[in-house]
């Protein structure tokens, strides 16, 4: 018999109440999020891990005060991006290059094709080098279009969601990830031949 999954509602006051177990559900249920924020925003790995640890004992100091106005996983993700932020500011390292708004067409799609139906989305999605070509090139972008670019497509969040997060206003968040895909085109285009995408 398939035992229920708490609620945020329900693990945050067993934490209060000195749960540990509880804290550790949450934990496994942020973490990837947590993690992929991380890796699209910082490159050096004892960073990475310092910044793990600092996020999840800023969220449980915090969590008194949580207010139910997100889901917890979002304000979590708040916390971890703020602190990616303030060490990226810390260290001095340029958060969002700026772009060139020349000539910004309407962006199809990343490799300049739309598959429009299941065997070529198949085909689309199937393909490993693509797939290592495109991660290679995200990679390449500043960790403010990285951590939006990654939070939108694998993370699949909402736009009210990622605003919350990066508390950007919609309608920056929309205008950034369409310069961070705008790039990314830009990029895979001067890079590889049509061809290979």
């Keep these: 018999m398939n035992k229920k999954q708490p609620t945020d509602k329900e693990l945050i006051k067993k934490v209060l109440r000195g749960d540990s177990s509880a804290f550790n559900i949450i934990i496994t249920n942020t973490q990837g999020l947590v993690i992929s924020i ?3 925003m910082i490159r050096n790995n004892e960073d990475r891990k310092d910044i ?3 996020v999840y004992l800023k969220v449980y100091s915090k969590l008194s005060g949580f207010k139910y106005k997100s889901k917890l996983s979002t304000w979590i993700a708040t916390i971890t ?8 500011e810390k260290k001095r390292i340029l958060v969002m290059e700026p772009i060139n708004d020349e000539g910004m067409d309407v962006w199809e799609t990343i490799s300049g094709e739309m598959p ?14 693509r797939s290592e070509i495109l991660g290679s090139e995200i990679d390449k972008l500043s960790p403010l279009y990285k951590t939006i670019v990654t939070l939108y497509h694998n993370e699949e969040l909402s736009y009210q969601e990622i605003a919350k997060i990066t508390n950007l206003p919609e309608g920056t968040l929309k205008n950034y990830l369409f ?13 590889y031949k049509r061809g290979d995408l």
């Design 38 to 40: 991380i890796y699209k």
């Design 81 to 88: 991006y703020n602190t990616c932020l303030n060490h990226l």
């Design 116 to 129: 429009d139906d299941n065997n070529q989305t198949e085909r689309y999605v199937s393909d490993k080098e």
């Design 179 to 191: 310069r961070a895909r705008k790039k990314l085109k830009d990029n895979l285009l001067s890079n």
């Design 52 to 54: 793990s640890q600092e």
